[in-house]
C-alpha cells in the first residue's frame, strides 16, 4: 500500500501530469509540422525543381542484379541523400517555429512581469515584489533626506 500511496503523491504533484502534458502537445506538435514540411513546403520545392521529389533521390552505388525469372539476387546499394535532405528540412522548420512560439512566450512573460504595463494584469507575487521595492525606494529617500539635513 506504501507504494501505492507514493505513487498517487508523485501524480498528483504535477511532475508526471506536466510531463505527460508535454509529450501529448509534442506528439500533436509534431505532426503539425510533419503535415507543413512534406504537404505545404515540399510540394512548392518539387514544382520549382521540374517535379523532383526528394525522398526519392539517391545515389545509386551498385544496381540490384536480377535473374532471367526478374527475381532480384543481389539488392541495390544507395545512399538516399533526398530523405536526409527531408529529414534536415523537417528539423530547420521545427527549429525555426519553436523559436517563434518561445519567442512569442517571452515576449507575453516580460510584457505580464511589467509593473508599469496597464493593459496586462501584473501576477500577485510580480506586483507585492513590486511594492516592496516602491516602498523600499521611497524609505530610502526618507532616510537620506533625514541625515543630509
Same mark, same amino acid.
Given at each position: 500500500?506504501k ?5 498517487k503523491?508523485?501524480a ?5 501530469m506536466d ?8 506528439a500533436?506538435f509534431?505532426?503539425?509540422i ?5 504537404q !505545404?513546403?515540399l510540394?512548392p &520545392? ?6 523532383? %521529389?526528394?525522398?526519392?533521390e539517391?545515389?545509386? @552505388? +551498385?544496381d540490384?542484379i ?6 532480384v539476387?543481389?539488392?541495390?546499394v544507395?545512399i538516399?541523400y533526398?530523405a536526409?535532405?527531408? !529529414?534536415f528540412?523537417?528539423? &530547420?522548420?521545427?527549429?525555426f517555429?519553436v523559436? %517563434? ?6 515576449? @507575453? +512573460?516580460?510584457?505580464a512581469?511589467d509593473?508599469?504595463d496597464e493593459t496586462v ?11 516592496l ?7 530610502n ?5 533625514? %541625515?543630509?539635513?
Amino acid at each position: 500500500m506504501k507504494l501505492l500511496k507514493e505513487f498517487k503523491e508523485f501524480a498528483v504533484k504535477g511532475n508526471m501530469m506536466d510531463m505527460a502534458i508535454g509529450i501529448i502537445i509534442g506528439a500533436a506538435f509534431n505532426k503539425v509540422i510533419d503535415v507543413l514540411a512534406k504537404q !505545404v513546403l515540399l510540394p512548392p &520545392l518539387a514544382l520549382l525543381s521540374d517535379g523532383l %521529389i526528394f525522398q526519392d533521390e539517391k545515389l545509386v @552505388l +551498385r544496381d540490384a542484379i536480377t535473374d532471367a525469372s526478374g527475381v532480384v539476387t543481389t539488392s541495390e546499394v544507395a545512399i538516399a541523400y533526398g530523405a536526409l535532405f527531408e !529529414v534536415f528540412l523537417d528539423f &530547420l522548420i521545427i527549429g525555426f517555429t519553436v523559436f %517563434i512560439v518561445v519567442k512569442a512566450m517571452n515576449r @507575453l +512573460r516580460n510584457k505580464a512581469q511589467d509593473t508599469k504595463d496597464e493593459t496586462v494584469v501584473t501576477p500577485k507575487d510580480i506586483q507585492l515584489l513590486s511594492d516592496l521595492k516602491d516602498l523600499m525606494e521611497e524609505q530610502n529617500q526618507l532616510l537620506k533626506s533625514k %541625515i543630509s539635513n
